[in-house]
């Protein structure tokens, strides 16, 4: 539920202009964050509706020079805050970029880079960041191990002659939009998902760790 915020407890202000045209934007508050990065969420979404992703593109001061890189552009578009989409952004690109770097080393082409790093992410999406007591340390090193692994599996299925029918471009749009509707609580809150189990909560604090509030 939305309530009107008094002007004094306003930390931006309610209009802005946009990075690429002459319109003005409106901006809405919330009394509280999503997320510990409070209004990282709505900043990104609204650099996607001003066409974000296709600026970069054209405005990248440099090209990557590998004959299977993928397009800065698709990583920024999607990003890679947990905070934002979950841990299928964070240890799911890693296990992506794995796998394609599987591919590069074995010799195979751009497009199966790409499909390899593409059911990288379909094998990984929707997966939470509930990390326990706030560190990344449990799951994720353990997500990792198993993203690691399962690099070479898709890279083999790919070089094995498996024809992926969604491409990359389209499997990370389809990533961000479920990291999009996530909840909070599984998004590094560490309120949710393994975070919040009994067994969780009963170990001893690790070092680093730290209390989550919403």
């Given at each position: ?69 993928i ?40 497009r ?92 001893p ?10």
């Amino acid at each position: 539920m939305q309530t009107e915020i008094p002007a004094s407890n306003r930390t931006m202000h309610p209009s802005c202009q946009s990075l690429f045209g002459s319109r003005q934007v409106l901006l809405r508050e919330t009394p509280k964050p999503v997320t510990l990065l409070d209004g990282l969420v709505a900043f990104i979404e609204f650099l996607t509706k001003l066409g974000y992703a296709a600026q970069a593109q054209m405005l990248m001061p440099f090209h990557l020079s590998s004959p299977n890189a993928i397009d800065p552009a698709d990583t920024l578009t999607a990003f890679i805050f947990a905070e934002v989409a979950g841990c299928q952004v964070e240890i799911g690109a890693a296990g992506a970029m794995a796998a394609a770097a599987v591919i590069q080393a074995a010799g195979g082409t751009r497009r199966q880079a790409c499909d390899a790093a593409a059911i990288s992410f379909q094998n990984t999406m929707g997966t939470v960041c509930d990390l326990v007591q706030g560190i990344v340390e449990i799951p994720c090193h353990t997500r990792n191990a198993a993203a690691a692994a399962a690099a070479f599996v898709n890279a083999d299925l790919v070089l094995g002659g498996y024809d992926n029918p969604i491409p990359l471009d389209e499997t990370i749009e389809a990533v961000y939009a479920v990291g999009l509707v996530m909840p909070a609580q599984l998004r590094v809150t560490s309120l949710g998902g393994l975070a919040a189990t009994p067994s969780a909560k009963a170990l001893p604090r690790l070092e680093g760790g730290c209390e989550s509030h919403l």
